[in-house]
């Protein structure tokens, strides 16, 4: 189950995830501030859902799909020791994915998602373990998922939950 975020609308399949981003589009837009996003299981569903929204070019920088470890290093920043340590899915890990993109990006803020969306469990972590972050003007904010449901489930649960960290950050940085 999601965690609720006041205000949000419930994830109901895809329109729940649409309105969210349209919401999210809508104050980047007014707020003048943009948005990157670094993503592993998830695999560019989280950026998808962002530029479906008409005039999410004026905010969205972009993404970048790190689904290789190695790649969470090199395209991302996350250390190599952290990665041998911990493994990638990690909130540690997140943390910095969403600092990384969003210094590569040049966005206000950065969001990532790292994670098992499963059959099975991988990285020593069962499938559903996920882990979400955004970083922005005030600093980082991470949460972790245990999330149930297919392969599918996980990764469209992991988009909502993501989308409404966001949005929650962004309303508490408005003050």
Same mark, same amino acid.
């Given at each position: 189950m999601s965690p609720a975020v006041a205000g949000a609308p419930e994830p109901a399949a895809d329109s729940g995830t649409a309105e969210l981003?349209?919401?999210?589009?809508?104050?980047?837009?007014?707020?003048?501030e943009s948005v990157g996003v670094a993503e592993s299981l998830t695999g560019g569903l989280v950026a998808a859902a962002l530029t479906s929204v008409p005039g999410a070019s004026v905010v969205v920088r972009?993404?970048?799909?790190?689904? *290789?470890?190695?790649?969470? &290093?090199?395209?991302?920043?996350?250390?190599?020791?952290?990665?041998?340590?911990?493994?990638?899915?990690?909130?540690e890990v997140a943390v910095?994915? &969403? *600092?990384?993109?969003?210094?590569?990006?040049? &966005?206000?803020y950065g969001m990532s998602t790292t994670g098992v969306a499963g059959p099975g469990p991988a990285d020593g972590k069962?499938?559903?373990?996920?882990?979400? *972050?955004?970083?922005?003007?005030?600093g980082p904010v991470a949460e972790g998922l245990q999330l149930s449901g297919d392969r599918q489930t996980v990764r469209n649960e992991t988009v909502w939950s993501v989308l409404s960290l966001?949005?929650?950050?962004?309303?508490?940085? &408005?003050g």
């Open positions: 981003a349209r919401v999210i589009v809508e104050l980047l837009t007014a707020r003048g972009g993404g970048i799909v790190a689904y *290789a470890t190695e790649l969470k &290093a090199a395209l991302l920043g996350v250390p190599t020791d952290l990665l041998t340590r911990r493994g990638p899915v990690d909130p910095v994915m &969403a *600092a990384g993109v969003r210094a590569r990006l040049g &966005a206000s069962p499938a559903g373990t996920v882990f979400i *972050a955004v970083d922005g003007p005030s966001l949005l929650s950050t962004l309303r508490e940085d &408005a």
